[in-house]
């Protein structure tokens, strides 16, 4: 007789106690995981206990943009994965345990990888889990939408043609699943003035971005993180 897989239930439960916000990108490129990590930053330094998990299982980056080696740390485990502490947050993903080295997972070996890290991670102590997924919405992303009660869904865009055509698409999509999302970014908008985004949150092109990555506190003097502060405050309010 088949066993219902109970990691599901595990994660559903462990993250509708705590404000899960998801970070969507349209299509690799577009900064998605520049932005998961400075809205991180950003409810770290508004006094949340925030934990960052890179749910990329085929090709994960954050621990770049937060300065670490893969290859130099394992997390614990005592009653479940340890989050690696990094200037008050906490960091879940699985390049520590591939070691920087490309995983060739897809389908349901990319989603039971995707369970078996989300239903391990020790959640005690966090009130904030902000995830960042793979680009596009594919057999993870999905996987993950359908086992959440009530995350609050970022979606993240470039202005460019290819990517609002595909933002459209996305869009579609999440209103057909009922997830619609609660912000869309427009990311690296070289003119800030532009009328026609109004709908969404604009975060400017930031040349500063690239020097400061791996300094949390430097991050957070860049003007691509000053833009994304409406985008914090605004999660916030929903959590009241």
Request: charged share 25%; hydrophobic share 40%.
């Amino acid at each position: 007789m088949m066993l219902s897989d109970p990691r599901p239930a595990r994660i559903s439960r462990e993250l509708s106690k705590r404000l899960t916000i998801v970070i969507l990108g349209v299509k690799g490129g577009v900064g998605k995981t520049t932005i998961a990590l400075l809205l991180g930053i950003g409810l770290a330094r508004r006094g949340r206990r925030t934990l960052l998990i890179d749910l990329d299982i085929t090709d994960p980056n954050l621990h770049v943009g937060l300065g670490i080696d893969p290859r130099n740390i394992m997390p614990g485990e005592k009653k479940g994965i340890d989050p690696v502490r990094i200037n008050g947050l906490g960091f879940v993903s699985i390049a520590p345990y591939a070691k920087g080295l490309p995983l060739a997972l897809r389908g349901v070996e990319a989603v039971n990888a995707l369970r078996e890290l989300l239903s391990a991670v020790d959640y005690e102590g966090y009130d904030t889990v902000v995830i960042d997924t793979p680009p596009g919405a594919g057999d993870v992303v999905l996987d993950l939408l359908n086992v959440l009660e009530n995350p609050r869904l970022v979606v993240v865009s470039s202005t460019t043609k290819f990517s609002l055509d595909s933002l459209n698409r996305l869009l579609w999509l999440l209103k057909e699943m009922g997830k619609e999302p609660n912000a869309v970014v427009y990311n690296m908008v070289r003119d800030i003035s532009n009328n026609s985004l109004k709908d969404g949150i604009l975060v400017r092109y930031d040349d500063e971005l690239e020097n400061a990555f791996g300094n949390l506190e430097l991050l957070a003097k860049t003007n691509a993180y000053k833009d994304l502060e409406k985008l914090i405050d605004r999660i916030l309010r929903m959590d009241h």
